[in-house]
């Protein structure tokens, strides 16, 4: 198990650069923080307008999609203005299918807020802000992220993966957000 897992940092680390998806415009940083856990933020320029980014990002049913991980929604429910989700992951890094309990709400101005309320994670909360940019034709994202979870798997293994799925994650939204576009004319 060590072999291997040992085997799948180090094709992350000589691969991760491959990846990247140079000429777009991202600024993503990610580290283990001193308490635990890891953070992520990112400054993302999508090329749509904000409304398309928000409505991908609203749409809980379709998270999974979102993702280049194995997931699915076990549960979906609408309260007081709240929307909360019980995920369910299977990631290659981690033994078993962990749960991700969250509530979500969208954040005046444009953007999103998720927050743990249960499951296998210590700490989970997301935060994108959106807004215009271009004149409205484009949308600049601050996206910030800081997961902990139950498992033995070091941060810094987990800071490794999380870079290469974020930057897999900024390219599927924008290209769904492309294709939201496209459609929507």
């Known amino acids: 198990m060590l072999k291997r897992l040992a085997s799948c940092i180090a094709v992350i680390c000589v691969l991760s650069p491959i990846w990247c998806w140079a000429g777009d415009p991202v600024l993503l940083e990610v580290k283990t923080q001193p308490t635990g856990g890891v953070k992520a933020s990112a400054t993302v320029l999508f090329p749509v307008e904000p409304g398309i980014i928000q409505q991908l990002l609203t749409d809980y049913a379709h998270w999974p999609e979102l993702f280049d991980v194995r997931m699915r929604i076990a549960e979906l429910r609408e309260q007081n203005g709240s929307v909360y989700t019980d995920i369910r992951i299977d ?16 954040l005046p101005g444009g953007g999103l807020l998720t927050e743990l309320r249960g499951g296998d994670f210590k700490h989970y909360r997301r935060v994108w802000t959106l807004t215009s940019a271009e004149g409205g034709t484009q949308t600049k994202a601050e996206f910030e992220l800081l997961v902990e979870i139950e498992t033995i798997v070091p941060d810094w293994v987990i800071a490794v993966a999380m870079r290469q799925e974020l930057e897999t994650h900024f390219r599927i939204v924008k290209e769904k957000a492309l294709a939201r576009a496209t459609q929507g004319r």
């Open 91 to 106: 990631h290659s890094l981690l033994p078993g299918e962990r749960r991700l309990i969250c509530e979500s709400r969208s």
